[in-house]
């Protein structure tokens, strides 16, 4: 199936590439060219082929045959009535059909539009006017505790034996070093915690914060770290500790070395210092997975909300990029750049953090400092779009037949218009075969006066080459969704997983949450959801389960995937395009 869809996808990818190379802007041209067709399709439908799928009544036939609009109107009824009782089963069969038909006709329609007019979502705008939100400012912590609750019940269980987290390490070469990752967690609270104790310089005001670590607490580097040149790492400026400067980072958190072990042996081998986050011990590993589900601790590492940055992006003011942050991840922001030191950090939002917006950051960061121009941040599984020239929350593709990217706000819908759409050229290539074989025959007599021929057999050759071609996509959608996987996270995980077997452990992808799970969070129906499961067959509209930051995750894993290390992850600056500018490494002195 992956080749398949790999193979529609390319040819996709051709077509769309020539268009742009025709035309300049093939997004309005595509959209221009499905809807010409939609419409032709749906004339030429209704004029030929439904009449092999669902005959007229002969009552109906002999009105219909009188062409006259006076009288087909005045005897419309009586003869409706007088079908229904000579032969019913006729009349059931073509209004059903009708009834049907035109259901269908409506899906493909209201879900292409939603698609195409409803915002994947970004970080600094959220979702748009699609779903009421409040990511700041009077009522914002409510907003955020509804989707962080959500995202904490709908986690799985803590996983007891994990051989990617086994914590014997086979010691190699020292792995490529890497730009401060693009993930942060609870388990990066801890090293934070530990790194800045005994530093007596105001972190507020410093170029860069360095975790200091000695030789012997580091743990050894893992087989297979480095990455090949088709999948590196971002590049350090150098071969030790990365050091950023802060004006252009509004995560200070990333500024921390992270260890090159997986999250979850830094649970293991690592002591906290932290009292609100204990260190995890074997036992509490295999603790029953009933007290889990019976204690759901939303700030716990597993789900703590990942963020990092991104550089492609245009920048913005400082103040702005907290002020989108997630209240957890901009409580620890203010405590970085207004706190004394101190050896204790907490994500745990005091009265005087509830509700905060851009005014109210303002204050405590400093007017100077808030319109610093800095990189957006980016939240886990958001990429970075070359032709929307932003990031995505939840990117999947960009895609020219809906002239946006595909991502959290419409990925819904994007997916119910491809299952419908080819239900639909299912339905024309089983309604259209005699009506096709009959417009061949030239010599014989065409009962369709107001569809020419040439019609029926482009329509035929469309729903054959469309139907196939949407059917394989939709279905491939349907497997990356009951993965727990976008399109672009599928590519980069089977690259993970390679990494992961070459050095004998097991990949786990840490959205992976089972696959009936993984479909109901998808289509935000099932459990905790205010949505029942017919909703996925009705013209409605269905906000996504997540706010774009907050997302339903293994639990055990420390809210990042197993069997990798961080400085593997993939991120959107292995890939140059135009608005990208890639910054001058840092010297060191």
């Known amino acids: 199936m992956r080749a398949i869809a790999q193979l529609v996808h390319a040819s996709f990818?051709?077509?769309?590439?020539?268009?742009?190379?025709l035309t300049g802007a093939a997004g309005p041209v595509f959209i221009a060219i499905c809807l010409t067709l939609v419409i032709g399709g749906i004339w030429t439908f209704f004029s030929t082929m439904f009449l092999e799928l669902a005959p007229l009544p002969p009552e109906l036939a002999n009105?219909?045959?009188?062409?006259?609009?006076?009288?087909?109107?005045?005897?419309l009824v009586p003869t409706l009535f007088d079908s229904a009782v000579k032969d019913p089963l006729a009349t059931l069969r073509f209004f059903v059909s009708l009834m049907a038909c035109l259901y269908i006709v409506y899906s493909i329609g209201w879900h292409y539009y939603m698609a195409c007019t409803v915002s994947p979502g970004t970080v600094c705008d959220g979702l748009g006017d699609a779903v009421p939100e409040r990511r700041s400012g009077p009522g914002s912590s409510i907003w955020w505790a509804r989707y962080r609750a959500r995202a904490a019940r709908a986690s799985g269980p803590k996983l007891a034996h994990l051989d990617s987290t086994h914590p014997e390490l086979v010691t190699h070469g020292p792995p490529e070093p890497a730009a401060p990752v693009r993930v942060s967690s609870v388990a990066d609270l801890r090293k934070l915690n530990k790194a800045l104790d005994g530093l007596d310089t105001n972190r507020a005001r410093s170029a860069s914060v360095t975790a200091s670590r000695s030789s012997s607490e580091r743990p050894p580097p893992v087989v297979g770290a480095s990455l090949s040149s088709s999948h590196r790492s971002s590049s350090s400026s150098e071969a030790g500790t990365p050091r950023i400067p802060r004006n252009d980072l509004?995560?200070?958190?990333?500024d921390v070395n992270p260890m090159v072990a997986s999250p979850a042996i830094l649970a293991d081998v690592e002591p906290s210092s932290n009292p609100l986050f204990p260190p995890l011990t074997k036992h509490g590993l295999d603790a029953d997975a009933d007290t889990d589900a019976e204690e759901v601790d939303q700030d716990d590492e597993d789900v703590f909300p990942l963020a990092g940055?991104?550089?492609?992006?245009?920048?913005?003011?400082?103040?702005?990029?907290?002020?989108?942050?997630?209240?957890?991840?901009?409580?620890?922001?203010?405590?970085?750049?207004?706190?004394?030191?101190?050896?204790?950090?907490?994500?745990?939002?005091?009265?005087?953090?509830?509700?905060?917006?851009?005014?109210?950051?303002?204050?405590?960061?400093?007017?100077?400092a808030a319109e610093k121009l800095v990189a957006p941040?980016?939240?886990?599984?958001?990429?970075?779009?070359?032709?929307?020239?932003?990031?995505?929350?939840?990117?999947?593709?960009?895609?020219?037949?809906?002239?946006?990217?595909?991502?959290?706000?419409?990925?819904?819908?994007?997916?119910?218009?491809?299952?419908?759409?080819?239900?639909?050229?299912?339905v024309v290539l089983f309604s259209g075969w005699n009506v096709m074989r009959s417009s061949l025959s030239w010599s014989a007599n065409w009962p369709y006066p107001y569809t020419p021929r040439v019609l029926v057999m482009l329509?035929?050759?469309?729903?054959?080459?469309?139907?196939?071609?949407?059917?394989?996509?939709?279905?491939?959608?349907?497997i990356l969704v009951a993965r727990g996987e976008t399109s672009v996270e599928s590519q980069d995980n089977t690259h993970y997983r390679e990494l992961a077997s070459k050095r004998g452990v097991?990949?786990?992808?840490?959205?992976?949450?089972?696959?009936?799970?993984?479909?109901?969070?998808?289509?935000?129906?099932?459990?905790?959801?205010p949505y029942v499961w017919y909703t996925v067959l009705l013209p409605v509209r269905v906000p996504p389960y997540s706010d774009g930051w907050h997302f339903a995750k293994r639990r055990g894993l420390g809210g990042k995937h197993a069997g990798i290390d961080l400085q593997e992850h993939l991120t959107d600056e292995e890939f140059e395009d135009d608005h990208y500018q890639p910054q001058p490494p840092a010297t060191s002195s």
């Not at 595909?406 to 491809?418: D, T």
């Open 459 to 478: 329509l035929f050759v469309l729903a054959l080459v469309m139907g196939a071609a949407l059917g394989v996509m939709a279905a491939w959608q349907l």
């Open 63 to 75: 009105l219909l045959h009188t062409y006259s609009p006076a009288h087909i109107a005045l005897g």
């Open 250 to 254: 509004p995560l200070s958190i990333h």
């Open 377 to 426: 941040p980016k939240p886990e599984r958001a990429h970075h779009c070359r032709t929307c020239k932003t990031c995505t929350l939840k990117f999947d593709h960009h895609c020219p037949w809906l002239n946006q990217c595909v991502g959290l706000g419409n990925e819904r819908y994007f997916v119910l218009f491809m299952a419908w759409l080819s239900t639909g050229c299912g």
């Open 309 to 368: 940055m991104c550089r492609k992006c245009t920048t913005i003011p400082l103040v702005r990029a907290l002020a989108v942050l997630p209240p957890e991840l901009r409580k620890v922001e203010k405590q970085l750049r207004t706190a004394p030191p101190s050896q204790t950090f907490t994500s745990k939002l005091a009265p005087e953090d509830v509700d905060e917006g851009e005014a109210e950051v303002r204050a405590w960061l400093g007017d100077a």
């Open 13 to 21: 990818r051709n077509v769309e590439r020539a268009a742009d190379w």
């Open 506 to 529: 097991e990949f786990i992808n840490v959205y992976d949450v089972g696959w009936r799970r993984n479909l109901q969070l998808f289509f935000n129906i099932g459990p905790d959801s």
